[in-house]
Each structure stands twice: as C-alpha cells, then as structure tokens.
C-alpha cells in the first residue's frame, strides 16, 4: 500500500467513524445501546464509500 492509498483510507475512516458517531448522537437515548450495536463502523465505511463512488462518476461523466 503506497502512501497515497493509505491516505484515502484515513481520510474514510475518519468519516465513517464521523458518520457513525452523528447517527448515534441524533439517535434517541434509550435505543442507542442497541443502535450503536447494529449501526456498525464497517456499515458507516460502506455508506462512506458508496458516496465516493457517486462523485467518481459525477467527475467521470462531467463534461469540464
């Protein structure tokens, strides 16, 4: 892994645990127990990345 990869990994990393840590909060306090076990960092990354792709593809398919 170069360096640029390890970056980008960061760099989503930090936005799912970002991600995951704003849905929790704006989850009501008697189910966030059990909100904080189904909503899952690997879910958060998932979310993370599937927003990436639709950029990717915006910037593909711009005609600038």
């Known amino acids: ?6 970056q980008f990994a960061f760099k989503v990393y930090e936005k799912a645990l970002n991600k995951r840590s704003r849905h929790l909060f704006r989850t009501p306090e008697p189910k966030r127990d059990a909100e904080e076990e189904r909503y899952t960092l690997q879910m958060a990354v998932n979310e993370v990345l599937a927003e990436t792709r639709e ?7 711009s005609h600038y």
């Open 1 to 6: 892994m170069d360096y640029t990869e390890m």
């Open 55 to 61: 950029v990717a593809n915006m910037i593909r398919t």
